[in-house]
C-alpha cells in the first residue's frame, strides 16, 4: 500500500517503536491496548490494510485511516537464484532503488537488508561503492524490507517465520545511519515486533567507531566488522575508514562491544583477494590480533563485479589460510558464495542510484552527473 498524496503526511506506522506507537495511539485519544492490537496485525500478520483488522473497533479503523498508513517499499523485481536465494530490487523515491537478499539455509532463512541508497564508504573491492552515496533510509523504509520479506515469504509449515536471522549487509554502512537503523534494529528484536532473538539480528559494519561504542550503550544486537586486512598499511588501501580509525583502536571498540553487550564474540568478516591479503604472512598476523579474544573469522571468497581488479583467491588458498587462523586457535569459516548467479552475492548489490552525491573519504567530494 502507498501513502495516498494528501496535504497532512500520514505517519507510517513501519517506522515507529512500541514506544512511540503506544504514544501515537494515545494521541489519537485511544487507549494505550489499542497498541498492542495494532503491533500484532502489523507484526505477526503482516496485515497492511486497517479493514481487514477485525478486531479493531470500525471507528479507530476509521479514524487510522484518516492519519496513518502503513506503507512498504515497492518491489521493482525478483530474481531467484538456482540456489533459492532470492533477490528483491526495491523502487525509493521513484528512479532509485535497493536490494534486499533472502539466502535460505539448512534450519534457518537469512534476510540481507540494504541500510542506504548507496554508500559512501568507498571500500576499493565493494560494487555497492562504485554507485556513489544518495541518502539513509528511514526507519520505516528499513523495517519495510524485513515485513515484505516476511510477507513474501510467510511461515514453514511448522509455523515459525521463514526469515529467522536479519543481517544489514546489504547496500549502506548501517552505523552511519545510526539514527534509523537503531530503531529499526528495536523494531526487529521487539517480542511485539518481528521478535528475532537479538543474536539473530546483527549489524555489520566497515569500523565507524565511535558509533561502535555508541550502540554498545543503547542496543543488544550482534556486531560484524569487516575486517579484511590484518594491518593498518592493507587496511588503508582496502578500507578508507580505517585512516580514521586503525586496527588498534576498531578492536578496542570490539572488545569494549562485547564486555558491555555480554555478548558471545564479534565476528569479523574478511573478503579473500587473490594476492593482496591471502597469504599465509596475512594470516599469521590475524592471529597475533585475535588469537585469545571472543572473535569468529567469516572468511568471504571476493565475489568480482564489472570493472574490478580483484580477483577471488584460489579455493586452496583460502583453505590454507583458514587452517592457519585454526591451528592457531581463531575461529574461522568460509562463507558459502550464495545467489551469485543473480549478483546477490556479497558486495555485488547495486540497487539503482541516481541522483548521487559521491564523498570519498580521505578527499575532495566529488558529485556524479545525476541520471534521469
Ligand atoms: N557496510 C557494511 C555492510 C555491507 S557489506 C560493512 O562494511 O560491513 C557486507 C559484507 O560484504 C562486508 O564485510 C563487505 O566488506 C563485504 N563485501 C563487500 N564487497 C564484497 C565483494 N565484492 N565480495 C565479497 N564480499 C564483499
Known amino acids: 500500500m ?18 512511540e506507537l503506544d504514544a501515537f495511539v494515545v494521541g489519537m485519544g485511544e487507549k494505550p491496548f489499542r497498541a498492542r492490537q495494532l503491533l500484532k496485525w502489523l507484526y505477526k500478520r503482516c496485515v497492511a490494510d486497517f479493514d481487514q483488522m477485525t478486531d479493531l ?21 525478483v530474481q ?21 537478499v533472502f539466502i535460505p539455509e539448512p534450519g534457518r532463512g537469512t534476510l540481507c537488508i540494504s541500510s542506504q541508497v548507496g ?7 565493494c560494487s555497492t561503492a562504485q554507485q556513489g552515496f544518495n541518502r539513509n533510509l528511514t526507519v520505516a523504509e528499513i ?16 509455523g515459525d517465520r521463514v526469515v529467522t536471522n536479519v543481517v544489514f549487509m546489504g547496500m549502506g554502512e ?39 561504542v555508541r550502540l554498545a550503550e543503547e542496543t543488544n544486537c550482534a556486531l560484524a566488522v569487516s575486517l579484511h586486512a590484518p594491518n593498518d598499511a592493507l587496511r588503508d588501501q582496502l578500507v578508507p575508514i580505517n585512516r580514521k580509525h586503525p ?3 576498531l578492536l578496542d571498540a570490539c572488545w569494549l562491544y562485547v564486555n558491555k553487550q555480554n555478548a558471545r564474540s564479534i565476528t569479523f568478516e574478511y573478503v579473500m583477494l587473490d594476492g593482496i591479503n591471502d597469504q599465509p604472512e596475512h594470516a599469521r598476523e590475524l592471529v597475533q590480533l585475535l588469537k585469545g579474544r571472543p572473535a569468529k573469522v567469516n572468511l568471504i571468497p571476493f565475489n568480482p563485479f564489472p570493472g574490478t581488479r580483484y580477483v577471488r583467491s584460489s579455493a586452496a588458498a583460502i583453505e590454507r ?9 581463531v575461529i574461522a569459516t568460509t562463507r558459502r558464495t550464495r545467489g551469485d548467479d543473480i549478483d546477490a552475492a556479497c558486495g555485488q548489490l547495486v540497487g539503482r542510484v541516481n541522483d548521487r552525491t559521491t564523498v570519498r573519504l580521505g578527499s575532495k567530494l566529488i558529485s556524479v552527473a545525476v541520471q534521469p
Open 80 to 100: 531467484v537464484s538456482a540456489d533459492g536465494t532470492r533477490k528483491w530490487l526495491l523502487a525509493m523515491d521513484g528512479t532509485q532503488g535497493i536490494e534486499t
Open 119 to 125: 554508500c559512501a564508504m568507498d571500500c576499493t573491492f
Open 247 to 249: 586496527i588498534a583502536e
Open 174 to 212: 548501517p552505523l552511519a545511519n545510526y539514527r534509523n537503523v537503531v530503531p529499526a534494529a528495536e523494531i526487529m528484536m521487539d517480542d511485539l515486533g518481528f521478535d528475532i532473538s537479538r543474536r539473530r539480528v546483527t549489524v555489520s559494519t566497515s569500523g565507524l567507531v565511535p558509533q561502535m
Open 2 to 19: 502507498n501513502a495516498s498524496l494528501d496535504s497532512t503526511p500520514k505517519t507510517n506506522l513501519l517506522g515507529l517503536t512500541r514506544a
Open 321 to 329: 589460510f583458514r587452517e592457519i587462523l585454526n591451528n592457531n586457535g
Open 57 to 77: 473497533a470500525k471507528t479507530f479503523r476509521e479514524h487510522l485511516k484518516e492519519v496513518a498508513v502503513v506503507s512498504t517499499p515497492e518491489i521493482t523485481t
Open 143 to 158: 523495517v519495510g524490507q524485513v515485513w515484505l520479506a516476511n510477507r513474501e515469504l510467510g511461515f514453514e509449515p511448522g
